[in-house]
């Protein structure tokens, strides 16, 4: 057990609805990764929070979007569903480097969404 | 750009045989460099990590990984292949002033008996 939890597990929706994934760090980590993880474009890195703040954006929709709360839980949201949203997302959770280095992060069990 | 590149994307090896995964890092600064194993229908777990201090890590489950700067490779090791090894492994690489962490496009490990 990694620390990181993850809801739901499971998740299917129809196209062009909007769905919410949560994650909840280890305790005492200040940085949360979003990652999306399908067969043709492998783990892709979505977007950092750092302590409730954007840290680091990758290839992220204009339709995601994600957000960091005070008490350090993040929440994925997407909208607009499409069948190629269909994936496994993955969130993660570090410490967050004081001198801007990371340390290795610790990853969740996923949310399978799938978009029929 | 921060960029690994992992060679193969699927590799066979014997049981009890020696294991090799290749992984090649792009970088303009020293790199944190990690492998993370994601066994079917799970997360990812850390293997092992490289932060600048000995070039060779030993990670969990009898793997361990060399960093070479001359080569710029950060390859995985395991002396003798065990069937609970087959798994997808995944190479990834973190930067000083970003912190977010860069994965290749994986390896799937697969153990013959």
């Known amino acids: 057990d990694s620390g990181v939890t993850q809801t739901p597990k499971h998740l299917i929706t129809a196209t062009g609805q909007r769905v919410t994934l949560r994650c909840s760090p280890r305790s005492g980590d200040l940085s949360v990764y979003w990652y999306q993880q399908s067969l043709d474009q492998g783990l892709q890195f979505l977007i950092q929070y750092y302590n409730g703040e954007e840290r680091a954006k990758g290839n992220i929709l204009e339709r995601f979007s994600a957000q960091q709360f005070p008490d350090l839980h993040s929440e994925l949201n997407l909208s607009s569903l499409e069948l190629g949203d269909s994936a496994l997302y993955f969130c993660a959770s570090s410490v967050g480097g004081t001198d801007g280095r990371t340390t290795e992060a610790f990853f969740g069990q996923g949310t399978r969404l799938t978009v029929v | 750009a921060q960029s690994v590149t992992q060679l193969g994307s699927h590799v066979s090896v014997s049981e009890g045989a020696l294991v090799l995964l290749r992984c090649n890092y792009s970088s303009s600064v020293p790199p944190y460099l990690f492998w993370y194993v994601q066994y079917p229908n799970q997360g990812l777990q850390l293997l092992l990590k490289?932060?600048?201090?000995?070039?060779l890590v030993k990670g969990i489950n009898g793997f361990e990984a060399e960093f070479k700067k001359s080569e710029t490779s950060f390859h995985l090791t395991k002396p003798s292949a065990h069937m609970s090894d087959a798994a997808e492994y995944f190479c990834a690489v973190s930067m000083n002033r970003d912190d977010k962490i860069i994965f290749g496009k994986g390896t799937r490990l697969h153990i013959l008996p």
């Open positions: 490289y932060t600048s201090a000995a070039t």
